[in-house]
Structures are given as structure tokens and as C-alpha cells.
């Protein structure tokens, strides 16, 4: 497996991808032996926020990833679900929600999934808890589109003790009673 960014991740929009480009990615791609190819978004793109300037951006730019990850025949993006900036849990979990759906309703045509990541739970990011990744599979219009990506130190981190069997066992459990094992796309 390898994982790639579309663009610059610490910047909201990137270049298009010009011909010439495209046909070097396919031919590196096929002279090399991945398994898996995926992207990850950028770090600036946050829809748990309320409504602003930098929401609107992050919806425009997640719209523009998912169209380069459709042109370089990405099968998903890994996600931070985002942070809710002081709003609240609940409301934050709307935003992604709310945000996610926009995004799906703009790319409809484009096969690419999204991969919720875990996150450590710092300051006010969400998805810490498998009940918040949960939250937005149960309450997306597409559910379809989404997918899980597992960060075994976003886990450790949130107060998933998962160095020993029996708390590797719990977190699992909890990821396959929640959300599903089959959502799970990249650890």
C-alpha cells in the first residue's frame, strides 16, 4: 500500500493535473508493484466547523481532491472527521454530516470513497470516539461513499489501550459493532 496527497496538503486548492502529468503518474504506477494506491487530504480542510470563510474553502477544497483522486484512479481519500471549534460535539458531528453530503452531492460521478480517520482527540477534534465515526455513517446520505481508515496511534492516544490482546480485542469489537470491519479500508 502507499499512501499519497493530490496537492499540496498544507495549502486549500492545488494545480490541475496537466496531460503529461497524468500519463507519467499511470506510467510509474504501472512499472511499480503497489497493491493499493491512496490519497490523503489536505490538513487545512475541516468541516466539523460552523459556518465561515475557511468551512466554505474546506468543502471547495475537499470537492477539488476528490476530483484529482478521481483522475488518478484513487479508490479513497483518508479524512480528518474535523474539529468543532468550540460549537460542541453534536454540532460538529452536523457539520461533518452536513458537509459530507454537499461534497458526495458534487462528486457523484467520481467512484471515490471517503476514509474517516481516527483522530488523538486534540483540542476540540472529533472522531476520538468510534461513536462519532459511527454518527456520521448513520446520519450521511450516502453512506456508500464512506469507508474507515484506523490510526493505531490516533487509538493509543484517545484512551484505546491497545498493547495488549484484550484491549486490541474491545476497540475492534467496538469498530465492528458500531460502524462494520467490512468499512475498514487502510489501518
Known amino acids: 500500500m502507499c499512501q499519497i496527497f493530490v496537492k499540496n ?4 486548492f492545488g494545480k490541475p493535473f ?3 502529468d497524468l500519463a507519467a503518474y499511470a506510467s510509474e504506477r504501472a512499472a511499480n508493484d503497489f497493491a493499493c494506491v491512496f490519497g490523503h487530504t489536505g490538513y487545512l480542510i475541516n468541516l466539523g466547523g460552523p459556518a465561515s470563510d475557511n468551512r466554505d474553502r474546506s468543502i471547495k477544497s475537499l470537492i477539488q481532491e476528490i476530483e484529482l483522486a478521481t483522475q488518478l484512479g484513487l479508490p479513497f481519500l483518508v479524512l480528518h472527521p474535523g474539529a468543532h471549534l468550540g460549537a460542541g460535539e453534536a454540532a460538529g458531528l452536523r457539520q461533518i454530516v452536513a458537509g459530507l453530503d454537499e461534497v458526495f452531492a458534487a462528486t457523484k460521478q467520481s467512484p471515490v470513497h471517503i476514509a474517516l480517520e481516527n483522530t488523538a482527540g486534540q483540542g476540540t477534534c472529533l472522531g476520538n470516539k468510534i461513536e462519532h465515526l459511527a454518527a456520521v455513517f448513520d446520519s ?3 453512506p456508500e461513499r464512506l469507508g474507515l481508515c484506523l490510526d493505531t496511534a490516533h487509538f493509543f ?4 489501550d491497545i498493547r495488549t490482546p484484550k484491549g486490541w480485542n474491545a476497540a475492534i469489537r ?3 459493532t458500531l460502524v462494520g470491519l ?3 479500508l487502510a489501518w
Open 182 to 184: 467490512k468499512q475498514v
Open 9 to 12: 496538503n498544507m495549502q486549500w
Open 174 to 176: 467496538e469498530v465492528g
Open 140 to 142: 450521511v446520505k450516502m
Open 18 to 20: 496537466s496531460p503529461g
Open 157 to 160: 492516544a484517545a484512551g484505546y
